[in-house]
């Protein structure tokens, strides 16, 4: 391996993407995917899943005291969602790039958010915000045999 194999881009970095479940109503999955891996950002963890409270619960601990929270849950219970786990350099950055403003009616066209919703009640994505917090989600909705670590033989950086 060339390129890839230089010290700056050996440390893969990891993020979890969630389709929520107003994604998945409204047929978002393959469209948000898309962007994803035209971007040259690989999958390593995908499943569907109806999420359970006491991982939502730990999810959105830091959002437990808003007025928002008991609907947030209820958003997020409200059916599957689409739960993912892409790699690549500088994904969690790049990603919240992709995703767009929380508040959808801020997010810029071009953005996820800002393609497909106009609040954020609905904002039809999740992604991690730091690479700390997304290692703690990774852990929190994925078992490690879930993740798959495949090599990529396709310019990857
Ligand atoms: P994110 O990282 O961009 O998803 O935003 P946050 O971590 O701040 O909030 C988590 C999720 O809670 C958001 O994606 C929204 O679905 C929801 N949320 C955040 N702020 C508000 C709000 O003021 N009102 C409502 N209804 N939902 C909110
Ligand atoms: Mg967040």
Redesign the pocket.
Known sequence: RHFSSSAAFRIQERTLIAV?PDGVQRRLVGDIIKRFEQRGFKLVGMKMLQAPEGVLADH?H??RQ???YP??IR??SSGPLVAMVWEGYNVVGTS?AM?G???SAEAKPGTI?GDFSI?????V?????SVEVAQKEISLWFCSSELVDWDSNFYQV
């Open positions: 929520k959105y830091d959002l808003k007025s928002f609907a947030l958003y997020m919240r995703v403003e929380t508040n958010r609040h954020m009640s609905r904002n994505i999740h992604a991690s915000d």
